[in-house]
């Protein structure tokens, strides 16, 4: 009875044990499913901030550059996470940039955004914390992201894969040390990554970096010229994104659903409610993912495949200004044709946007009975709509043509040398194309050969310096230029005055019998150009890699109160009588013609542009407005009137870069 008894004893205690386990492993189990990822803002760790310095000989010479170490770079995913805990924004300000003239001048001196990303677990930085450190767009240009790794935050190794700091010049933007207080790095390395350049998903499809995902955020600071300060941040909020499945365990792929603005629908025409309706009915989002590794860290990504990825690589060493980023796209030469079918040159965007045209392909609402195979691509099966009259072709077409109903001449100026298509002659040429993508979704593939026109219409730089000064003015994204005067050519150089006037220090370029003095917009262009004396730098076209932000705030103005509420909008927000005059005499006419009674009125600001169409000014700009219209004739007033938008106000300080545009309307 009493070895009956101590053996039951040591089972109920050896089953305690191991139930005590089994919990402890389950609410480990729960904590990490049920970790937000969002980050949270902490201070610094007093031990974090109070530990030594690096050693001496670690730390780099006040005058000499720090020393590269070179590690190999990989492109696989790593088996297990490189860094452990949590992202985190940070509280403190860690100083690791410049303080600029521009910031000072604001009053913005070292006001930016950093986030401790984990720390890594394996590695030649084993247990050095990554650092994100995010600069807010300067002037007209993108942001900038930089990863570092610190052990004591006085002393950083700076990530650099692509050896920028001895690739440029420090005074170049694109060198980090324009950016970075060299003196806090101790050297450059190119980082073990969970997030590559490049991730293989199988032997048909990779996804290709974009970079960080990032949003400006409105802030409650002001800057000492009355300005609202917009905070950087990493995108980390994916509420309203759905889940994909990853093939790695480490990574959470989210796949954001097609959104469209349906708060005006039943004030537009039929025409624009039925387009909006197809959209609806076939869009399902793009092929553009955000991948989150283990430590919340973001990055977006292009669904691509290794073969143009490899066409990629090959012309950017060719030319390394700028390449189109690898995506779904491709020509009819790479195409394997079934029969002797005819193609168009080339297929990316389908229904591209006036404006802003997407670079990533559509995953589209499609049966596999609604298809054909015709072919192959890039060893996939390649299909096309059975039903010649499918909606998706109806569509396509009249995204394309309705923008010349207006003005039928804008064809053989914009699509010169190609004859405008019948319905019948574009369907024929197989205008859309399908491939099921990784994750067994039909994308489609639209042709680009038929350029709209210009959806960014007639924005104009001004540019005011306090002294005569030569200025090049460059775009960090790529245009399909449909108007540009003087020509563009790469990027503009001109030598500007205080009193706005532009001389252009590459004349050669620009053939004046080539401008149209005729030309909507281009009126004063002929005269100018033949002076060589601009008032502005001016051009029209469609951008390509960046979606048009969504317009959620505005007014709802009658057709006889446009007038009056333009003038007072643009004196409200500081342009001066040249600029207002300027802007009025080419909108409100392009406005009224739409002959409707009422117009919703919308503007995207400075931060919405430089995210959408960036540009690089030298030298940089002290102060930089920009000002972008956005409007749709309404056939009535709406039920529901929008929230009236709170406009930026241009303080002219140093250096003024104003800039002025809109949305061309069909």
């Not at 000492?224 to 759905?242: A, C, H, M, R, V």
Request: glycine share 4%; hydrophobic share 35%.
């Amino acid at each position: 009875m009493i070895m009956k008894n101590n053996n039951s004893s040591r089972n109920i205690q050896l089953l305690l044990i191991v139930s005590a386990i089994t919990l402890l492993i389950l609410f480990t189990g729960i904590a990490y499913y049920l970790r937000i990822t969002t980050p949270r803002e902490v201070s610094l760790p007093p031990d974090k901030e109070q530990q030594p310095a690096l050693p001496a000989d670690n730390v780099p010479e006040k005058n000499n550059p720090a020393p590269t170490v070179e590690v190999s770079p990989t492109a696989k995913v790593p088996p297990t996470p490189l860094s452990s805990d949590q992202l985190t924004r940070l509280s403190q300000n860690l100083k690791i940039f410049k303080s600029t003239e521009n910031d000072k001048l604001n009053g913005i001196e070292n006001d930016f955004v950093y986030y401790q990303a984990g720390q890594l677990s394996q590695g030649e930085l084993k247990d050095y914390s990554r650092i994100i450190a995010i600069k807010s767009a300067d002037g007209p240009s993108q942001p900038q992201v930089f990863v570092l790794a610190t052990k004591d935050y006085q002393n950083y190794f700076l990530d650099d894969p692509d050896g920028k700091t001895t690739k440029y010049p420090e005074d170049d933007w694109q060198n980090p040390y324009n950016a970075l207080d060299k003196n806090k790095i101790t050297a450059t390395k190119i980082f073990d990554t969970d997030l590559p350049k490049e991730i293989n998903l199988n032997q048909n499809f990779s996804l290709y970096s974009e970079g960080f995902p990032t949003e400006s955020v409105e802030t409650s600071k002001i800057d000492k010229n009355g300005n609202t300060i917009y905070d950087t941040l990493l995108l980390t909020g994916f509420s309203s994104y759905q889940t994909l499945t990853s093939p790695f365990k480490n990574f959470t792929i989210y796949f954001k659903p097609y959104e469209t603005d349906t708060a005006y629908f039943n004030e537009l025409t039929q025409a624009e409610k039925e387009k909006v309706q197809l959209k609806q009915q076939y869009l399902l989002g793009e092929t553009k993912v955000i991948v989150v590794n283990s430590v919340g860290l973001p990055m977006a990504y292009s669904l691509t495949t290794p073969g143009n990825i490899k066409n990629y690589n090959d012309r950017l060493a060719q030319s390394p200004d700028y390449v189109y980023p690898p995506n779904m796209g491709f020509t009819s030469s790479k195409i394997i044709s079934q029969n002797n079918l005819q193609f168009y040159s080339d297929y990316e965007t389908v229904i591209p946007g006036a404006c802003a045209v997407i670079s990533n392909s559509s995953v589209v609402n499609v049966n596999d009975n609604d298809l054909e195979q015709i072919g192959s691509v890039f060893n996939l099966p390649l299909y096309r709509l059975k039903n010649t009259s499918h909606p998706l072709y109806t569509l396509a077409f009249k995204n394309k043509m309705d923008y010349y109903e207006e003005n039928p001449a804008w064809w053989d100026q914009i699509n010169n040398g190609i004859k405008k298509p019948t319905f019948e002659e574009y369907v024929n040429a197989n205008p859309l194309l399908f491939v099921k993508d990784y994750w067994q979704r039909w994308v489609t593939l639209g042709e680009f050969d038929i350029k709209l026109p210009g959806g960014c219409g007639k924005p104009v730089v001004y540019l005011y310096p306090k002294q005569p000064t030569s200025v090049s003015v460059k775009f960090q994204a790529p245009i399909q230029f449909t108007t540009d005067i003087p020509k563009y050519a790469d990027f503009w150089q001109v030598m500007a005055y205080p009193n706005g006037s532009l001389l252009n220090l590459k004349p050669e370029l620009t053939d004046c019998r080539q401008i149209d003095s005729l030309k909507k917009g281009s009126e004063y262009a002929q005269t100018a150009c033949q002076k060589n004396t601009y008032p502005y730098l001016y051009w029209a076209g469609n951008i390509n890699s960046k979606n048009y932000p969504t317009v959620d705030q505005g007014w709802v103005i009658s057709k006889n109160d446009l007038a009056t509420f333009l003038q007072s909008k643009l004196a409200e927000v500081g342009l001066n009588d040249k600029e207002k005059n300027d802007f009025i005499s080419y909108w409100l006419p392009d406005m009224l013609a739409k002959n409707t009674p009422y117009y919703r009125i919308s503007f995207l600001q400075t931060n919405d542009l430089n995210s959408l169409f960036p540009m690089q000014v030298s030298p940089s700009p002290d102060t930089t407005f920009r000002l972008f219209l956005d409007y749709s004739p309404l056939t009535g007033k709406p039920q529901k009137i929008p929230q009236p938008q709170t406009l930026d106000k241009l303080v002219r300080n140093g250096f003024t870069l104003v800039e002025w545009g809109g949305l061309k309307q069909p």
